[in-house]
């Protein structure tokens, strides 16, 4: 798909079973479409099925309804409060990587996910678990997004009778039963915890603040609740892993990059092994620029659909109601027409001289208002963090590929590198 997504340009269409799919990649039409079309195209129903239906797939009533009472959980002060509970993973992650994996070539993906699993919880939940919880989770998800990608774009796999008489079938509606068991025995610790406090002895957090619509003022079903917990819980762990994953292939790859953040971080805190806090953060310009270059060249949602419910004249094409606008994110940010020497690992594209020069539509790692990603600024905060952490304490070495083009990935509901992410670290520290 993403083949035919660079060869048909700017539009383009493609046939999945009886689906029409309309392939755009001109930023200026990009901008304009995802503006004016906001419903998720059809294919989001088969993400329901494992994700819930929360914001990244509720119908545009809904979505207008939940993001209005969400997003105050993401502002600034509110966000500053979670900055110890980052600190506090990001340090926990960083010894367990000190005591069993230095000098030695490791997969850190799943390590990365579950500390961004561990962060959301706290933060998010206010709630920790065992490892024998997260590993189950962890294993759900992860299957969950593979069949459901899968599922995606197997035109037969898209007719539901097909599909329901398959053996797949059966075990994602099992895995699907799993987390929203998970999900609700959440919702029980919660009210659990909460009974007997007054208002003001309740921390105010994402899940306690849906909990209060919910159980107080009975503007949300249990159900809502749910799926809003489910969505968050999957989809923050998940692109938040993944983008710290690729930044550590990116480190190992391109040395100079790594030895410049470092530098960055030693002008900021010296030897000093004290926490980071949020004025050391606004500090870290060049992490931050990396950072940005990761989600450029490997955007953890690599593709992002609409529903075109009316007829829409597109520079002479018509784009027929009924069918599904189709944005390849990932073709987009490797576009040699937009981004100079795409494959090129530059971090300093994102210079405000330079990027002011990118148009509109060009970059989109959390897709593009109205109906973007809410948590942009969560994850930010929390990757410097994390990786601020990890780069003062550790070098990465080496990976198992020598450059992008040698990372293979697979594409469907996110992008991942089909051989993992396979590195080695080496202590910084002295004493170590």
Same mark, same amino acid.
């Given at each position: ?13 493609? *046939? ?41 797939? &509720?119908?545009?009533?809904? *979505? ?54 561990? +962060?959301?919880?706290?933060?998010? +939940? ?20 593979? +069949? ?14 097909? *599909? ?55 503007? *949300? ?19 938040? &892993? ?161 450059? +992008? ?28």
């Amino acid at each position: 798909m993403m083949e035919m997504c660079k060869k048909y340009k700017p539009i383009g269409k493609l *046939w999945v079973g009886l689906d029409l799919m309309i392939t755009v990649t001109q930023p200026k039409d990009i901008e304009l479409l995802t503006e004016t079309f906001l419903d998720k195209s059809q294919q989001y129903k088969v993400i329901k099925e494992g994700l819930g239906d929360g914001l990244i797939t &509720a119908s545009v009533e809904k *979505w207008k309804l939940h993001r209005e009472a969400i997003i105050h959980n993401f502002d600034e002060n509110i966000l500053s409060s979670y900055t110890k509970v980052f600190v506090k993973h990001a340090k926990i992650l960083a010894n367990t990587l000190k005591k069993d994996y230095v000098k030695t070539r490791f997969d850190v993906y799943w390590k990365f996910f579950g500390c961004t699993f561990d +962060i959301i919880c706290e933060s998010c +939940i206010d709630l920790n678990f065992d490892s024998v919880q997260q590993n189950q989770y962890m294993l759900w998800i992860a299957r969950s997004t593979e +069949i459901t990608g899968h599922r995606l774009f197997h035109p037969l796999h898209q007719i539901d009778i097909l *599909w329901d008489l398959g053996s797949v079938s059966n075990e994602l509606t099992l895995i699907s039963w799993g987390i929203v068991k998970f999900v609700r025995q959440i919702v029980a610790r919660i009210k659990f915890q909460n009974l007997g406090k007054n208002q003001d002895e309740i921390p105010q957090n994402f899940i306690n603040n849906l909990m209060t619509l919910t159980y107080d003022k009975k503007i *949300w079903t249990e159900e809502e609740l749910v799926d809003e917990t489910q969505t968050i819980l999957a989809a923050g762990t998940n692109s938040t &892993a993944l983008t710290n994953s690729f930044f550590m292939l990116m480190m190992a790859i391109h040395q100079d990059v790594q030895e410049k953040i470092y530098q960055e971080l030693f002008t900021i805190f010296g030897e000093d092994n004290r926490d980071v806090t949020l004025e050391d953060l606004a500090q870290m310009t060049y992490l931050e620029r990396s950072i940005k270059e990761t989600m450029r060249l490997f955007p953890a949602v690599p593709i992002i659909g609409r529903s075109i419910d009316k007829d829409f004249i597109l520079d002479g094409y018509v784009l027929p109601k009924g069918s599904s606008l189709l944005i390849p994110i990932a073709v987009v940010h490797r576009d040699p027409s937009i981004w100079k020497i795409p494959l090129k690992f530059d971090p300093d594209r994102f210079l405000p001289e330079e990027f002011q020069k990118i148009p509109r539509g060009a970059y989109m790692p959390f897709g593009l208002p109205p109906r973007n990603c809410i948590g942009s600024k969560f994850a930010m905060v929390s990757m410097k963090v994390v990786l601020s952490t990890i780069l003062r304490n550790f070098r990465v070495v080496s990976c198992q590929y020598r450059s +992008i083009e040698e990372i293979k990935f697979r594409i469907n509901i996110l992008i991942k590198a089909t051989n993992g992410y396979g590195i080695t670290l080496e202590s910084r520290l002295k004493q170590q």
